[in-house]
């Protein structure tokens, strides 16, 4: 998996939309690069812990600025659409094993992912 | 994108008996996950309340990150959208300045009220367990 759908809000515990993107406000483009400052923020980049359209912005890792754990979301039912290094487009459902949601998120754990895997 | 490595923690689950295997298969902390327990705490350094920290509750083995702000009285509540609370079981915990949005910050702020060993899951000694019905903890951090 090379990129991955964020494109539902979250919620805060009193159920208001909280924007758990990880741009963070900043588009597409911005990040990558270490900074003047020296802060060495990168954007658009996650760290997968939160299973598929987990949406509560309490979750570790998910605010601040910026939160590394910002979760996969999306607003179509059962799950994401991802972008996989091959140029194949596979929808993930959030019922999507853990362990192969890792996987499929790590490239070099030597892991075989299961066929029909979605 | 890559997995966080995380250490495979023991997280024992309460009332084991009580609670289908076809639960604990569907994975952990996900909206149709286990019912939720009221878990309210306060968090201390050496016996004095530490307030605007934020308090980890974290079981690797079944995917569920919990996070809460403690208020200027130290205490917190933990609440979700999805449901307040935790389900029953071990957490590990880990404490951590309450996060910032401030964009011009360079420097995560010292905290001696929150000694570096309690902020990563290799080292921080805390857990709590959540039983069924209300949970209330006292997280107690000491140090020099």
């Avoid at chain 1, 990129?3 to 979250?10: A, D, H, M, P």
């Avoid at chain 1, 309490?58 to 991802?82: D, K, V």
């Avoid at chain 2, 205490?75 to 949005?101: F, I, K, N």
Wanted: include cysteine; charged fraction near 15%.
């Amino acid at each position: 998996m090379m990129v991955g759908e964020q494109s539902n809000f979250l919620k805060t515990a009193a159920g208001v939309n909280w924007d758990g993107r990880s741009d963070c406000s900043h588009s597409l483009m911005m990040g990558g690069t270490r900074e003047s400052s020296g802060s060495g923020r990168i954007f658009n980049t996650t760290v997968v812990v939160h299973p598929i359209n987990f949406r509560d912005a309490n979750g570790l890792g998910i605010q601040g600025n910026c939160g590394p754990n910002r979760p996969l979301t999306s607003t179509h039912p059962g799950g994401i659409n991802a972008l996989f290094i091959d140029g194949s487009v596979h929808f993930l459902s959030e019922s999507l094993a853990m362990d192969t949601l890792f996987n499929l998120a790590d490239r070099d754990d030597g892991n075989i992912i299961p066929s029909g895997f979605q | 994108m890559m997995r966080r490595l995380s250490r495979d923690l023991p997280c024992v689950l309460l009332a084991l008996a009580l609670i289908p295997a076809s639960t604990l298969l569907t994975g952990c902390g996900r909206h149709s996950g286990p019912p939720r327990q009221p878990v309210v705490g306060t968090l201390t350094f050496n016996g004095t309340p530490v307030p605007d920290a934020q308090v980890a509750f974290q079981c690797p083995e079944r995917h569920i990150y919990f996070t809460a702000i403690t208020d200027q009285q130290g205490q917190l509540e933990v609440r979700a959208a999805s449901g307040d609370g935790l389900p029953a079981g071990t957490y590990q915990v880990t404490v951590h300045p309450a996060p910032s949005d401030d964009e011009e910050a360079t420097q995560v702020p010292l905290r001696p009220d929150i000694p570096q060993k309690y902020r990563a899951t290799s080292t921080s000694d805390l857990t709590v367990t959540v039983d069924e019905g209300a949970n209330a903890f006292v997280v107690a951090m000491t140090g020099p």
